[in-house]
C-alpha cells in the first residue's frame, strides 16, 4: 500500500481540507440535519479543489506523463452522491412506497457519479470489482467466521441495551420480517457501492490510504447514524467502516467485502426481530 502513495498526485494540505470539506457533508447532512451547513461545505470545499487544480496547472508539466486525476471533479462526485442520498429520509420504514424511495435515492446516487464520470468526464474514476483479488485465502475464511462471532456477540448487547432496535419498525408479521431482510441487505450492499467503490476509491485517487480511509469513514458513519446507529453506535460503526476500507485495499474484492458486510448485517436482522418479538430467534447472548 505504501508504496503507491509517492506516485499519487501531490495536493498538500489545501487538498486534505477540501476533501474535508466534502466529507464533512455527510455529518451536516445526516448527524447535525442542517442542509444549508452541508451546502455551504459542499461550495467551500469544491472552491478549495478548484484552488489546487489551479495552483497545480501554473507549476511545470512533465510532457510525457498523463495528466493526474481532477481532485475538483472527483470530489463533486461524492457531492452529487450525498446530494441525491439527503433528497429522501433516511428514517427505516417498510411500506412500498419508502422502499421505493430508498430504492430510487440509493440507487442514484451509485449510479450518477458512475454515469457523470464514464461518460461526462470520461475518466471511469469509479468501478465495481466484484471479481477482484482473486481466491479467498484462509486469513478470509477466518475472518468471515470471525465477523459472526463478534457480531453475535457485540450487537444484541448494542441493541437492545441502549434501545437504539426502536430506530427500526416493529416487525410483527412475516411480511414485515421479510421486508425487514430484504431491506438490511440491500443497504448493506448499497454501502460498499458508494462507501467504498464510490467515496473511498474517489480518495484514494489523492490521497495515501489511511487520509483516504479516514475520510470515508466520517461519510459510512454519519449515514449510518441517520439511518438508526445511534446512542453509543459510532464506536462499533467507525472501525467497522475502517476495517471495510481496509480489507477493500487488500482484496481489491467487492464481492468480499459485500460477504463480510451482509454477514454482519445477518446478525443486526435477527437481533432486530428478536428485540421485537422475543420468542423469534432467542440464540443471542446478553439479552435478558
Not at 466534502?22 to 442542517?34: G, H, K, Q, W
Not at 463533486?76 to 424511495?101: C, Q, T, W
Not at 461519510?219 to 480489507?247: K, M
Request: positive net charge; aromatic residues 14%.
Amino acid at each position: 500500500m505504501s508504496s503507491r502513495t509517492d506516485t499519487r498526485p501531490q495536493v498538500g494540505s489545501l487538498g486534505v481540507a477540501a476533501a474535508l470539506a466534502i466529507c464533512l457533508i455527510a455529518p451536516a447532512f445526516f448527524v447535525l440535519e442542517i442542509v444549508w451547513l452541508g451546502i455551504a461545505l459542499a461550495a467551500a470545499g469544491l472552491a478549495l479543489a478548484w484552488a489546487v487544480e489551479r495552483r497545480r496547472g501554473t507549476g511545470p508539466q512533465p510532457t510525457t506523463a498523463p495528466p493526474p486525476p481532477s481532485l475538483l471533479r472527483d470530489l463533486s462526485l461524492i457531492v452529487m452522491g450525498l446530494g441525491i442520498v439527503r433528497l429522501i429520509p433516511l428514517a427505516a420504514e417498510l411500506d412500498n412506497l419508502a422502499m421505493l424511495r430508498f430504492t430510487l435515492a440509493l440507487g442514484g446516487a451509485v449510479a450518477v457519479p458512475y454515469v457523470v464520470s464514464r461518460f461526462v468526464y470520461r475518466d471511469r474514476a469509479t468501478a465495481f470489482p466484484w471479481r477482484g483479488g482473486g481466491r479467498w485465502t484462509l486469513a478470509q475464511w477466518i475472518w468471515l467466521v470471525a465477523v459472526i462471532v463478534l457480531a453475535w456477540l457485540i450487537l444484541p448487547f448494542y441493541f437492545i441495551s441502549s434501545g437504539v432496535y426502536e430506530n427500526w419498525p416493529e416487525v410483527t408479521t412475516l411480511d414485515l420480517i421479510l421486508r425487514l431482510f430484504v431491506g438490511v441487505g440491500a443497504v448493506g450492499i448499497w454501502d460498499e457501492l458508494f462507501f467504498i467503490c464510490t467515496v473511498f476509491a474517489l480518495l484514494r485517487r489523492h490521497f495515501p490510504f489511511w487520509t483516504a480511509n479516514a475520510l470515508q469513514a466520517i461519510v459510512f458513519v454519519s449515514f449510518l447514524w441517520e439511518l438508526g446507529y445511534r446512542a453509543w453506535g459510532p464506536i462499533l460503526t467507525i472501525p467497522f467502516a475502517l476495517a471495510q476500507g481496509l480489507i477493500f485495499a487488500r482484496t481489491r474484492s467487492l464481492w468480499y467485502v459485500v460477504t463480510v458486510h451482509l454477514l454482519f448485517d445477518a446478525v443486526v436482522f435477527g437481533v432486530i426481530v428478536h428485540a421485537h418479538n422475543p420468542h423469534l430467534f432467542d440464540v443471542f447472548p446478553f439479552t435478558g
